[in-house]
Nanobody
Framework: QVRLVESGGGSVQAGGSLRLSCVAS????????????MGWYRQSPGKGREVVAT????????YYNDLVKGRFTASSDNAKNTLFLQMNGLKPEDTATYYC??????????????????WGQGTQVTVSS
């Protein structure tokens, strides 16, 4: 069973930066970290869950929600089975619980299939004005 553990959330003022990490473990013998598509999602109170960024762990494909494009950067360290989300220029509307997700069943761009994949417990990001 794949396990995802996020960290790095916190409270910052608008314009500040945070770096989220997601450490993955529990892979079966045939499917390692680089066999998975990875994604960051977020959810704030009263709103539905929305995708923030997705990444193919080869680094070949990365997708960003237009709301974060140019401010957030997703990356992975395959040797450490870790996914990152560097968040710069944070805005109050970025306040949410951020979740890491993984799936083996996606399209070639790694933008689909997370609903039936693995999820972390979330880490809270709060941005004050």
């Amino acid at each position: 069973q794949v396990r995802l553990v996020e960290s790095g959330g916190g409270s910052v003022q608008a314009g500040g930066s945070l770096r989220l990490s997601c450490v993955a473990s529990g892979f079966s013998a045939g499917y390692r970290f680089n066999s998975y598509c990875m994604g960051w999602y977020r959810q704030s109170p009263g709103k539905g869950r929305e995708v923030v960024a997705t990444i193919h762990t080869t680094g070949q494909y990365t997708y960003y929600n237009d709301l974060v494009k140019g401010r957030f950067t997703a990356s992975s360290d395959n040797a450490k089975n870790t996914l990152f989300l560097q968040m710069n220029g944070l805005k109050p509307e970025d306040t949410a619980t951020y979740y890491c997700a993984a799936t083996r069943f996606s399209n070639v761009y790694c933008t689909t299939g997370y609903e039936s994949g693995y999820w972390g417990q979330g880490t809270q990001v709060t941005v004050s004005s």
